[in-house]
């Protein structure tokens, strides 16, 4: 044993004797000195930037109604005392009822600045125009003491609390405290997209995509070329023969020598990150432990390649072959792995099926690019019918709209759904209004017909036992009527036409709201009553005599986070983002029980049966499982789902290749099934690309190990809130973390055994 430690201690000298070793660590000392000037600054919350408005447009309606409304209101005063820019932004030319859907950059500022002019002026307040809205006990002291006697941060900060108490569904929760991202003496204009609880998940979401870059690519580049002579070195003459006087073996000696050749990339790895676990520990208040557990897995990703470069070092034995050999088979595993990803994201993935919707027709589909597709019989195809405004370029692959919906309309033959537009980086695209109600009529196609603004913050869109169509927004429930002349809603105290071309009428309810993005809804269709789900807290509204919705029970679930919900007559059910599922009395809201079928897989749809005895489930992993209400047991369905739906007494099921199978909820027996014939690029998908992948070894993918380190927390929305909307409905992507680990070992298990067989029969 003794000699193969000396080998081992051999390759700790050779790595301390490299040049090059010092000449990284200097680099990586540069680096880290050029890092340790950044950080953050926290600061009283003064002003209202782009990200403090959930829907700019939405907001600028708002205020446009409450303008041209009769009686006094906030919105009305607001208006009369802003600046001229603001005023004329408002009344502009367009007609009152016709929301904008996009502003310029230029009327996003106007927009701001003027809100910011706003808050600092003294007459803001209005004892006619805020008669109605309740305020604090913090706020009616501060409107005690005079707002011409207020400190100007005092004002800053009443006005505030006025603003968000007259537009909560536009403004959300005050925030007391924004960051400021600094370097050194140099402070950033805009604050960070998050709040301060929400810091550590940003800052390992930076240190993932620095150390991806920094260490994944350049350290394990540099760290091949330094000990790819290695190897060849040990076979010059005098070197090999001094070593084979000793009893040692063959295999063993390369053996040595490749796990001495790893010192290098742990020695500059643990150099630069520990260096950075310290540089953010110090500057953030982030001590990220995680961060230190990359170590290990950069080291096993160098080994990979340092294997490869092994095998090339041993049947060369020639420093430069090795180093031509490994950057190849990194070009290979490159190429495989992006080819396999470009045709998922622009082939495969965009044509799976994630809505179903029987029709009268036919059976309607809805991809993930948002196209409509109905089943052709005679072609055995899905043939696109409707197609949806996208994105053109590489923007589309990466930022889709949420589809809500589509309901099928029977009495009409039209179908009803909502478009929203996800949000990246924690904000919403630039002054683009916050969703779409769309309709679709059947006419020998599914043709667009007009489209009414929906109320602020649709999210939800249902239909209840009469196929009356309901949208659940921010403000509550409202009842869509095309064509119908819409009557003023009366919230937080005064008359608003709420949506627009006279097709929206709010339903309720007046207690509970404002809803806040992302809240779930569902309605039991037997009794019609409605469950929602808004920051941690259940409501049951139920549908009085005069159709009207009242908060029938309230209950605190004591735990914050996005969910799907769904509700029978028995069970109101509660998904939450860690994939569990809360079986809850339907009356009381009360938890029963709890199951956690999937793992950890967050779920994206929950669907009831029309007679409310079945609840089927759909994780984002694929995976489908189905409660039995009646029996009070559940079942595992399938591993492959897409969408599913209900109709009748039947379930259909999509898998991820197209295929939608209806199961019988009686015998549980196939009935039908709707099998496209496969395209060329689905057919070289499966047989070609897909099984290469498989065998092929995944260095690149072991990045995902390093996310799941980095940003695995135990809030499911804190992720959510930095990377999207925080919609569990919004496409989201399932990776095994350890599928690569375990694919790479065997790799390199493999390599280095043909390594030591190839060694071992050779003259030397």
Not at 137 to 143: C, I
Not at 715 to 731: F, N
Request: charged residues 20%.
């Amino acid at each position: 044993m003794r000699p193969y430690l000396t080998v081992i201690c051999d390759s700790f000298h050779e790595a301390f004797a490299s040049r090059v070793l010092y000449i990284l660590l200097l680099v990586l000392t540069i680096v880290l000195l050029g890092v340790a000037p950044l950080g953050y600054q926290e600061k009283r919350s003064t002003q209202y930037h782009r990200m403090s408005v959930r829907d700019i447009p939405a907001f600028l309606e708002e205020l446009r109604k409450q303008d041209a409304g009769d009686q006094p209101s906030p919105g009305k005063h607001l208006v009369a005392i802003a600046n001229p820019t603001l005023q004329k932004l408002v009344r502009g030319d367009q007609a009152e009822g016709d929301a904008p859907s996009r502003l310029s950059e230029r009327q996003v500022n106007d927009f701001v600045n003027g809100l910011n002019d706003l808050l600092r002026k003294k007459t803001l307040y209005q004892e006619q125009a805020w008669k109605n809205i309740t305020l604090s006990k913090q706020e009616q002291e501060l409107l005690e003491q005079g707002p011409e006697n207020l400190s100007q941060d005092q004002l800053i900060e009443l006005n505030r609390f006025l603003f968000h108490r007259a537009f909560p569904a536009q403004l959300g929760a005050v925030p007391n405290e924004e960051l400021y991202l600094k370097y050194a003496f140099f402070q950033f204009e805009e604050p960070l997209s998050i709040s301060k609880d929400l810091l550590p998940i940003g800052v390992n979401l930076m240190l993932f995509w620095v150390i991806d870059i920094i260490v994944g690519m350049l350290a394990i580049f540099v760290a091949i070329l330094v000990t790819a002579p290695i190897i060849p070195r040990t076979f010059e003459p005098g070197a090999i023969d001094l070593l084979l006087s000793k009893p040692v073996s063959r295999s063993l000696l390369i053996l040595a020598k490749y796990f001495g050749g790893c010192v290098f990339i742990l020695l500059t790895v643990t150099y630069f990150l520990v260096g950075l676990w310290f540089i953010v520990g110090w500057r953030f208040g982030v001590w990220s432990q995680p961060l230190l557990l990359c170590i290990p897995i950069f080291m096993f990703q160098f080994a990979i390649y340092f294997a490869v470069s092994t095998f090339a070092g041993v049947v060369w034995r020639n420093s430069i072959v090795s180093i031509v050999v490994t950057v190849l088979f990194f070009l290979a595993c490159f190429t495989v792995g992006t080819t396999k990803l470009f045709m998922e994201e622009t082939v495969i993935n965009p044509t799976r099926l994630v809505r179903l919707v029987p029709t009268e027709e036919a059976l309607l589909g809805v991809t993930q690019n948002g196209q409509f597709v109905q089943w052709n019989e005679s072609q055995h195809a899905w043939d696109n019918v409707l197609f949806r405004e996208r994105r053109r370029g590489p923007a589309s692959i990466v930022m889709q709209s949420v589809l809500v919906g589509p309901i099928y309309h029977a009495p009409t033959q039209s179908l009803m759904y909502l478009e929203q537009p996800t949000r990246r980086g924690g904000i919403q695209r630039l002054g683009v209004s916050g969703g779409q109600f769309k309709t679709a009529q059947w006419n020998g196609n599914w043709v667009p017909s007009s489209v009414p603004n929906p109320p602020t913050g649709a999210s939800w869109i249902l239909q209840d036992s009469d196929e009356n169509i309901l949208v659940v927004g921010s403000t509550g429930v409202h009842l869509y009527q095309a064509g119908t002349e819409q009557k003023k809603a009366n919230f937080l105290g005064f008359d608003i036409p709420l949506g627009s071309n006279n097709a929206f009428t709010r339903l309720g309810p007046n207690a509970g709201v404002p809803y806040l993005p992302p809240f779930a809804a569902a309605i039991d269709r037997t009794s019609n009553d409605i469950l929602v789900a808004n920051q941690g807290l259940l409501y049951r509204l139920h549908r009085a005599e005069d159709g009207k919705y009242v908060v029938q029970q309230e209950i605190n679930r004591e735990e914050q986070g996005a969910v799907i919900v769904g509700l029978t007559p028995k069970y109101a059910v509660v998904v939450t983002g860690k994939g569990v599922i809360e079986l809850r009395d339907a009356q009381s809201l009360e938890l029963k029980g709890s199951l956690h079928p999937a793992g950890n897989a967050s779920p994206t749809a929950v669907e009831t049966s029309p007679d409310g005895q079945q609840v089927a489930v759909l994780f984002h992993s694929g995976d489908l499982w189905l409660y039995d209400i009646g029996a009070g047991e559940g079942r595992w369905i399938d591993s492959d789902a897409s969408a599913v739906a209900f109709d009748g007494d039947r379930m259909l099921v999509a898998d991820a290749k197209t295929h939608v199978r209806v199961e019988s909820l009686e015998t549980g027996q196939i009935t039908q099934t709707y099998t496209p014939v496969s395209d060329t690029w689905r057919l070289a998908y499966d047989w070609i690309v897909e099984p290469i992948h498989f065998v092929f070894p995944k260095p690149g993918e072991l990045n995902k190990l390093t996310n799941h380190l980095l940003t695995d927390v135990s809030g499911p929305t804190t992720i959510a809130g930095l990377r999207s909307s925080g919609d569990l409905r919004e496409v989201q992507s399932t990776d095994d973390v350890l599928q690569p680990v375990i694919h790479n070992a065997i790799f390199i298990a493999v390599m280095l055994a043909i390594t030591c067989f190839y060694v071992s029969r050779l003259d030397l």
